[in-house]
T-cell receptor
Framework: QKEVEQDPGPLSVPEGAIVSLNCTYS??????FMWYRQYSRKGPELLMY????GNKEDGRFTAQVDKSSKYISLFIRDSQPSDSATYLC???????????FGKGTKLSVIP | DTGVSQDPRHKITKRGQNVTFRCDPI?????LYWYRQTLGQGPEFLTY????????KSRLLSDRFSAERPKGSFSTLEIQRTEQGDSAMYLC??????????FGPGTRLTVL
């Protein structure tokens, strides 16, 4: 079992839809949780980060962490064609700066 | 632009050759990381520097790989005797905190 599981998709939604992206993890030592967006042949771009259970909102993006279930989510409201990219979850443990990534979910937002 | 920069952006080499990549972090960031990403996979951690000290190394970092960060500023990643399996995107990131690593555009390596 991989430490971080993420459905690779692809996921295709119409413009304006609410998108839900998810990751599960097995290592209870993970304390920091991040979401990155990666366009084709580009480096990952940090979208959201959190270290506590609960929700964190930033514009159209909401990150949700449930440490008891070892489950994290990213919600995108009012999705736009420019949101079409691969979304990567990442996490690290206390005292370690090494990020462990999911495989990424490829999202397409259709106009 | 004050983001992480990497050079070169693309490198094509023949099997057996040595290659070196450079990373310039965000200027105030004392932590620097190297990751490797292959097609359809998330980035995999290779190594981590705090200032000039290399503090973590992945078992993925075979003895053909070496990384340095002289004077705690830019970093280089060298791969000796390249193999076709080394073909990947090599990503550099920098940070002040563990939860906010900022990535550069990457160096795409193709080994023929």
């Amino acid at each position: 079992q991989k430490e971080v599981e993420q459905d690779p998709g692809p996921l295709s939604v119409p413009e304006g839809a609410i998108v839900s992206l998810n990751c599960t993890y097995s290592n209870s030592a993970f304390q920091y949780f991040m979401w990155y967006r990666q366009y084709s042949r580009k480096g990952p771009e940090l979208l959201m980060y959190t270290y506590s259970s609960g929700n964190k909102e930033d514009g159209r993006f909401t990150a949700q962490v449930d440490k008891s279930s070892k489950y994290i989510s990213l919600f995108i409201r009012d999705s736009q064609p420019s949101d079409s990219a691969t979304y990567l979850c990442a996490m690290s443990g206390a005292g370690s700066y090494q990020l462990t990534f999911g495989k990424g979910t490829k999202l397409s937002v259709i106009p | 632009d004050t983001g992480v920069s990497q050079d070169p952006r693309h490198k094509i080499t023949k099997r057996g050759q040595n290659v070196t990549f450079r990373c310039d972090p965000i200027s105030e960031h004392n932590r620097l990381y190297w990751y490797r990403q292959t097609l359809g996979q998330g980035p995999e951690f290779l190594t981590y520097f705090q200032n000039e000290a290399q503090l973590e190394k992945s078992r993925l970092l075979s003895d053909r790989f070496s990384a340095e960060r002289p004077k705690g500023s830019f970093s280089t990643l060298e791969i000796q005797r390249t193999e076709q399996g080394d073909s990947a995107m090599y990503l550099c990131a920098s940070s002040l905190r563990p939860d906010t690593q900022y990535f550069g555009p990457g160096t795409r390596l193709t080994v023929l």
